[in-house]
């Protein structure tokens, strides 16, 4: 037999190859994107090219029924793990210049001497967050607010270059006979708590978590308890609100003052 | 073969005998295989997701469907309860599902970050939650009562956190509720 004779139409075995070839992935696709789809509850299609759109996979918009809208503000702050990557000097420079109207209350290297929170080697893209949803109103305090209005993007920008330029409070934790609290290291599984560390940098960071180590067990608490009451709403989908409701008075007053311990010379550097 | 010499008609004609059989054999195998698969599909509810539907994980708490005040779980005029969700490195946003008994549920859910799993235990409910789709799954429950959703896709460090509650409660009494929120769910 020549390849020639093969692929012809007198050759009773080509025909009836191709022919059940045919066959079969005719059955098939008639099968998998008609037949099938339409054996499925629960779905009506509006028309039978619906079907064999839906069923090869092409991407479609549901027109669902008009959402519940917010009626406050939501943090519009588009977070992602490659944000603010590499800053140039240029911009750490900038931010140093604009960081002297924060010092008053941040301190003047970013280590805070009252209450304010600490910014000093604080993630960029939680600095960047927290002015974004400053400015929008998504987050709100009496003081900070009026500070951060008056930024251009530009400016957020190099203020957390600046502040996660430099060095931050290390975790600092002496042993004082006490272990650290369950909750920090484990989380609490049953309860929807994952470890804080697994989010807060001592494990891993989840960008836009803060570092949390050397704060003040005050401002650890209140954001605590803010998050927990709803006052405050600016984590994205309540990915801290989650935790934080769950959270017993107890174990918010015990995570705060274990954040909350310094090394002993930026304590004293911080009261002189 | 076509050289073959007559001596060897007999082995021919067996071989072909057993070629025959063996043939016969795999096409009963590959039609039992594919009937199995399609009479679960079409019984049993295996069958891949209807519609693929994307949404942009990067924005979803901005507006639109997974804005945070439209998930939980809504009453649609027809009478069925659309419940929507996203998961997210570690939580599942609403924490608490709330569900009617006996009602029709269209879970529609996604994820922000990284592949997530669903499953709601003690029912066929399980699914991936690829972050830029929307995984969408049927369900109904029949007894009121309260089942554990982890997530079952480790999902990073800090996934064994990761879990949500399912609450199934009486079918008036949710319908009750709606009357005056149009998004339920069971956060305390
Ligand atoms: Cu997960």
Redesign the pocket.
């Known amino acids: 037999m020549s390849a020639e004779s093969v692929f012809s139409l007198r050759n009773r075995w080509f025909i009836t190859a191709v022919g059940i070839t045919a066959g079969l992935f005719l059955l098939t696709a008639v099968v998998g994107l008609i037949v099938l789809p339409y054996a499925q509850r629960d779905v009506t299609f509006t028309s039978i090219w619906d079907a064999i759109c839906s069923a090869a996979g092409v991407p479609q918009v549901r027109s669902s029924a008009a959402p519940v809208q917010p009626d406050f503000k939501v943090s519009t702050v588009v977070v992602t793990a490659s944000m603010l990557g590499q800053p140039s000097q240029e911009s750490i420079g900038r931010g140093a210049t604009l960081a002297q109207q924060c010092a008053i209350c941040h301190g003047p290297v970013g280590v805070s001497r009252a209450d304010s929170p600490n910014l000093a080697g604080q993630y960029a893209s939680a600095i960047y967050k927290q002015l974004k949803d400053f400015t929008s109103g998504a987050r709100v305090n009496a003081i900070m607010t009026p500070f951060a209005v008056s930024l251009s993007e530009q400016d957020m920008v190099d203020l957390s270059a600046y502040y996660a330029y430099l060095p931050r409070l290390p975790a600092y934790h002496p042993e004082q006979g006490k272990p650290a609290p369950r909750i920090v290291v484990n989380g609490a599984p049953m309860r929807n708590i994952a470890a804080c560390g697994s989010c807060h940098g001592a494990l891993d960071n989840k960008a836009g978590s803060p570092w949390l180590e050397g704060q003040s067990a005050a401002y650890i608490r209140t954001q605590l308890q803010a998050f927990a009451s709803g006052a405050r709403r600016n984590d994205i989908s309540q990915q801290m609100r989650n935790i934080a409701r769950q959270m017993t008075p107890e174990e918010i007053d015990e995570v705060a003052q274990y954040y909350a311990s310094q090394p002993p010379q930026s304590r004293r550097a911080s009261s002189e | 073969m076509t050289s073959s010499p007559h001596i060897h008609d007999d082995g021919a004609a067996v071989a072909a005998r057993a070629e025959r059989r063996w043939a016969t054999l795999s096409i009963v195998i590959i039609v039992v295989i594919a009937g199995v698969a399609a009479f679960a599909g079409i019984h049993q509810a295996t069958m891949p997701q209807v519609r693929v539907e994307t949404a942009d994980p990067t924005t979803l708490h901005i507006g639109g469907e997974f804005v945070e005040t439209n998930l939980g779980s809504a009453a649609e005029p027809d009478g069925t309860v659309t419940v929507r969700a996203i ?1 997210q ?2 939580s599942f946003t609403p924490q608490c599902i709330l569900v009617p008994t006996d009602t029709p549920i269209t879970l529609r859910a996604t994820s922000s970050d990284v592949v ?2 669903l499953l709601i235990q003690g029912t066929n409910v399980n699914t991936m939650l690829v972050p830029g789709y929307v995984s969408v799954l049927t369900a109904r429950f029949e007894k009121p009562g309260e089942h554990l959703m982890p ?1 079952q ?1 480790f ?1 990073s460090i800090g ?1 064994e956190g ?1 879990w949500a509650r399912v609450k199934v409660i009486d079918k008036a009494a949710f319908m009750n509720m709606t009357s005056n929120r149009r998004r339920l769910d069971c956060v305390e």
Do not use: Q, T
Request: include cysteine.
């Open positions: 998961g490195r570690y997530h799993g997530c896709e999902c996934h990761m």
